[in-house]
């Protein structure tokens, strides 16, 4: 859903933060090898980046967790790669901006063009006094819900952007090391240019977070909590039901400083929960079926589908622009959106940043060794 949806019509379903009522169950994977960590340091590989090595996995999910567009797994081959060991960090898109000079997609008004493909046929232009700079935010709720009515915990807000993530009077003075959000694919694109570096394909995204576990549930294992420990920042309200929150005591929940928790089998941290991630493909949520129909044995280095498909978003054709988008936020919440699992996976409108969506990117560059 665009910003001009939130803002004018407010009612209809998101699916960035979409989720089903899932029961968590106990699976059963295996760790394929012990990955060896390798983290560039500017002189072997580049800075603050892990080498992901060439290797075939299964991917998408067959387990009881997993949703319709995670499946059936298929093998797929990826050749080896550089990714950034965390989320871009508000200071790291700082100094993109001060170099550069760069405007956010949230702090521009929005192009009716990029707007109105994601309306239904036939929907006025909205007068210039609602297309302001802006974005969208996640709000709560003061009591509980219905889960389908995402709405009630999403406000479009003017002002919101990068620097006011959660609209005026909201800063990222005290959190250079939290995840950028507010971001769209746009700026991604953009910052990436400027980095020299790209967005990971769906196939590659998986095969990082994964960190050598094949079918594993989460990044870290089968177990949501192992001896009762929180591997990832998903909703930590425990006291209230999401996506209830005491304006009082303010919301509670938040990004959190990029590697608060242990990495991966391959050293990279958050690459579930904190902030969901873009990456380059095309979102169709009948994608993985279409794969596993191939004949191939494995398939190799897949770069996406050629267009957007998703019936499943009231409001917005189904093959309105969207972008892949991987790895949960802090708002999955384990009875609403499982989506902090490495299999999890879902569409966005390239041009709607979010506050609880940011990006991580890889890079072309010789192996460790070459």
């Not at 009612?11 to 089903?20: E, M, N, Y």
């Not at 990495?263 to 993985?288: C, E, H, S």
Request: proline share 10%; net charge negative.
């Amino acid at each position: 859903m665009n910003r001009y949806q939130w803002a004018v019509a407010g009612v209809v379903g998101i699916a960035l933060a979409a989720g089903f009522i899932l029961t968590q169950t106990n699976g059963s994977s295996q760790e394929v090898t012990k990955p060896t960590v390798i983290i560039g340091d500017g002189e072997i590989g580049p800075e603050g980046m892990a080498w992901i090595p060439s290797g075939t996995f299964l991917m998408g999910s067959d387990s009881e967790l997993a949703q319709p567009n995670e499946r059936p797994t298929h093998s797929v081959h990826v050749d080896g790669f550089w990714i950034d060991t965390t989320h871009v960090t508000n200071a790291q898109f700082a100094k993109f901006v001060e170099e550069t000079g760069y405007i956010t997609t949230a702090e521009r008004k929005p192009d009716w063009e990029t707007v109105r493909v994601q309306l239904p046929p036939g929907t006025p232009k909205p007068p210039d006094d609602v297309l302001v700079p802006g974005a969208i935010v996640f709000v709560g709720t003061n009591k509980p819900v219905p889960l389908n009515q995402y709405w009630a915990w999403w406000r479009y807000k003017p002002g919101a952007n990068w620097r006011h993530p959660k609209g005026p009077g909201s800063t990222i003075e005290n959190k250079p090391d939290h995840p950028v959000v507010q971001v769209s694919y746009e700026d991604v694109q953009a910052y990436a240019k400027w980095a020299g570096k790209r967005l990971p394909t769906e196939a590659e995204w998986e095969y990082a977070a994964r960190g050598g576990k094949e079918q594993a549930n989460y990044s870290w294992g089968d177990e949501l909590m192992p001896n009762g420990q929180r591997m990832a920042n998903y909703w930590n309200k425990e006291d209230t039901v999401f996506p209830v929150v005491n304006p009082a005591a303010g919301d509670g929940v938040d990004t959190l400083p990029a590697g608060s928790f242990a990495p991966n089998g391959y050293g990279l941290y958050d690459m579930t929960g904190n902030a969901w991630q873009w990456v380059k493909d095309w979102y169709r949520i009948d994608y993985f079926a279409q794969q596993a129909q191939k004949d191939e044995a494995s398939i190799r280095n897949p770069q996406g589908p050629a267009t957007s498909f998703d019936p499943s978003q009231p409001g917005t054709p189904a093959d309105a622009p969207k972008r892949v988008i991987r790895g949960g936020s802090f708002l999955c919440d384990e009875s609403y959106c499982l989506s902090y699992r490495p299999s999890a996976r879902r569409g966005a409108d390239p041009y709607s940043p979010m506050s609880h969506l940011g990006f991580r990117l890889v890079k072309d560059a010789p192996p460790p060794g070459s």
